[in-house]
C-alpha cells in the first residue's frame, strides 16, 4: 500500500501563509504531530521505502518519523509552486485568483505551476509505484510518501480517477495519512485524512 504523508506543522502554516515552494521549519507543535502519527503508521505494517519531497518540512518529518529506512527524495512529490503568490498570507489573496484557480485547472500563477502540470507529475510517480505485482506499493511492504497538500491530493484523484478540480473539495490536515492500495486492477483509496487523537501520548 501507499501511505501518504502530509509534513506536520511548519511556521508558514501556523501563520496564515500559502506555503508552496518556501522552506519553512516544523514548529514544536507540528513535531509532536509527527511523534503521534508514528503510531498509526506502524499500525499499518512494515514500510520497505520512505520517500519525501525534498523541501525541508516533509523531510523533517520523515526523519521525526524514524521509520529505520533510508529517506528517498523525489521532486515530483513537492508541493505545487504558486509563484508570486508563495508566501503570501491567505486571507489576503485577491478573491478573483481563487476563482480563476477553482475554474481553471490550467490556471497558472505568474512564476508558477498550474494544478494540470502537478497532477501530471504526481500521477507519473504514483503509476511507477503501482506498476508491478509484488513491487513498490503493491509489495509486502509499504511505501511511505511524505509530502504536501496539493501532490497527495493529487494521488487521491488518480486513484480516484477523477480530474484536478476535485482538488477543491478535499480538505487535509498537517500531520495526516491517507492511504492507496491496490485492487481488481485499479487504485483503490482505503482511507482519507486520518489524523491521531491529541491526548494520544505515544
Not at 506499493?137 to 493529487?154: D, E, F, T
Request: charge should be negative.
Amino acid at each position: 500500500m501507499l501511505l501518504l504523508l502530509r509534513h506536520g506543522e511548519a511556521v508558514g502554516n501556523a501563520e496564515g501563509l500559502l506555503l508552496g515552494r518556501s522552506e519553512s521549519s516544523l514548529t514544536d507543535r507540528g513535531r509532536l504531530q509527527v511523534d503521534r502519527l508514528r503510531s498509526l503508521v506502524a499500525a499499518k505494517g512494515p514500510v520497505g521505502r520512505v520517500v519525501s519531497s525534498p523541501l525541508e518540512r516533509a523531510r523533517c518529518t520523515a526523519e521525526v518519523l524514524d521509520l529505520d529506512v533510508p529517506i528517498e527524495i523525489d521532486e515530483r512529490w513537492t508541493e505545487i509552486d504558486y509563484g508570486r503568490f508563495d508566501g503570501e498570507r491567505l486571507s489576503e489573496m485577491p478573491s478573483e485568483v481563487w476563482r480563476a484557480w477553482r475554474k481553471d485547472p490550467g490556471y497558472r500563477p505568474a512564476g508558477g505551476e498550474t494544478l494540470l502540470e502537478l497532477g501530471a507529475r504526481v500521477r507519473v510517480a504514483c503509476e511507477e509505484l503501482f506498476s508491478d505485482d509484488g513491487r513498490g506499493a503493491r509489495a509486502g511492504q509499504h511505501v511511505v510518501v511524505v509530502s504536501h497538500v496539493s501532490p497527495i491530493k493529487a494521488a487521491v484523484g488518480w486513484a480516484l480517477g477523477v480530474d484536478e478540480c476535485a482538488a477543491w473539495r478535499m480538505w487535509l490536515a498537517t500531520a495526516s495519512m491517507s492511504v492507496i492500495g491496490w485492487g481488481a486492477g485499479t487504485p483503490v483509496l482505503r482511507c482519507y485524512n486520518v489524523v491521531p487523537q491529541e491526548g494520544r501520548a505515544d
